[in-house]
Structures are given as structure tokens and as C-alpha cells.
T-cell receptor
């Protein structure tokens, strides 16, 4: 089944404790992105990647890192999480720049 | 810069009523793509439809229909004979056609919470 997977689905952590949210897709998509969803703000892009080893900042990149060592994986790294990073995070992928984007199931992160 | 506005924050209807969710967009690009996604209470984002800027033909899929009007920069979504299972947050989104910053990112509206009651 074609899908985007994320892990973990739920995470409660404390300020400053490094964490990684994994994202993987099995559709051989070139493009991958991370979004965060906050009430009243919709979804906003954090980082994106157009191919292996090619990543760039989105609209709200502060406090996040990403890497794209393999085509299928695009992990999101929070080196020192803070409470304002409490949010619902979505990974997404698409085949080409103008293709439809498909989303993972979401990761609900709470930073205490 | 691209922008999507969903002015309706929350709509409540009684089952079997028709309901229209509004979406207004802004873009300077002549080629662009519009989307609707559904987010049920379980939280995932479900793709519903994609429309290209060069195709203004309206679309119907079962109880769902979409009205795309370039003249008013709107892409409205109508659910006919609503059902309780339609209760969800619905997002309208825009992606520009030329290769722009963000890898042709999706710009989302703030969403409309639809509640369908018995």
C-alpha cells in the first residue's frame, strides 16, 4: 500500500530533550516536506526536500533540523525542544513539484 | 505571496442539509493548483480533490461537488445531504505552478470545522 508513515504518533517530552520524528514514504517520491498544524493558523511548512541531500527552509524553520540521506526517509529533528513547538506535525511527499501532496498520519507532540 | 482564506471558522448543520464551505485564494501565478483536504476527528489529512487553474470545470463526486471560479478567485466545496460522518475540519490549499520557494509548497487556509448533527 502506498503510504507515508510517521513515528511516533504521540510524544510527550520535556524542554531541551532532543527528539527525532521519523518519516518514510514508499512511493519513490522526490519531494518531501514537514508541516506543523496549530489552531487558527492552518498548516505551515517547516522544511522541505527536493531530492536526496537537498533540503531547504520553509516558512517556520526555527528550532528544527532535517536530513535527507535516502530518498524514502526525511526525519525531523528538534535539538532542544521548547513548549512553543507543541503542535501536530505532518510529513508529506509528492512525486514532482506540481503533483498532489500526500500526508502521513501526523505526530502529536507536547513539550512540557 | 499566495494566500488562502476560509472565512467560516465553524459551521453546524442538521443531517441531510446541504452545506457549502467557502474558499478564496490569492496568487500572482497564472498556473496554480487548488486542493481540498478533510481532517476527521482522528487527525489524519485526507486528500479530496485537486483542481488546475486552467480547468474551470466544476466537479461532482457523489455527495461532494466543487465550484471553481477564477473570476472571483474562489473554490467552494458543497456537501449535499450531509451526514454525521462528514463532521470534520476541511482545509482548502493552494500550490503555485512555477517553481517557487518551498518546493511549490501548499499554502493552507485556517480550516472550517463542520459539525453535522442528527
Amino acid at each position: 500500500e502506498a503510504q507515508v508513515t510517521q513515528n511516533p504518533r504521540y510524544l510527550i517530552t520535556v524542554t531541551g530533550k532532543k527528539l527525532t520524528v521519523t518519516c518514510s514514504q514508499n512511493m519513490n517520491h522526490e519531494y518531501m516536506s514537514w508541516y506543523r498544524q496549530d489552531p487558527g493558523l492552518g498548516l505551515r511548512q517547516i522544511y522541505y526536500s527536493m531530492n536526496v541531500e537537498v533540503t531547504d527552509k520553509g516558512d517556520v524553520p526555527e528550532g528544527y533540523k532535517v536530513s535527507r540521506k535516502e530518498k524514502r526517509n526525511f526525519p525531523l529533528i528538534l535539538e532542544s525542544p521548547s513548549p512553543n513547538q507543541t503542535s501536530l506535525y505532518f510529513c508529506a511527499s509528492k512525486l514532482s513539484p506540481t503533483d498532489t501532496q500526500y500526508f502521513g498520519p501526523g505526530t502529536r507532540l507536547t513539550v512540557l | 505571496a499566495q494566500k488562502v482564506t476560509q472565512a467560516q471558522t465553524e459551521i453546524s448543520v442538521v443531517e441531510k442539509e446541504d452545506v457549502t464551505l467557502d474558499c478564496v485564494y490569492e496568487t500572482r501565478d497564472t498556473t496554480y493548483y487548488l486542493f481540498w483536504y478533510k481532517q476527521p476527528p482522528s487527525g489524519e489529512l485526507v486528500f479530496l480533490i485537486r483542481r488546475n487553474s486552467f480547468d474551470e470545470q466544476n466537479e461532482i463526486s457523489g455527495r461532494y461537488s466543487w465550484n471553481f471560479q477564477k473570476s472571483t478567485s474562489s473554490f467552494n466545496f458543497t456537501i449535499t445531504a450531509s451526514q454525521v460522518v462528514d463532521s470534520a475540519v476541511y482545509f482548502c490549499a493552494l500550490s503555485e505552478g512555477t517553481l517557487t520557494g518551498g518546493g511549490n509548497k501548499l499554502t493552507f487556509g485556517t480550516g472550517t470545522q463542520l459539525k453535522v448533527e442528527l
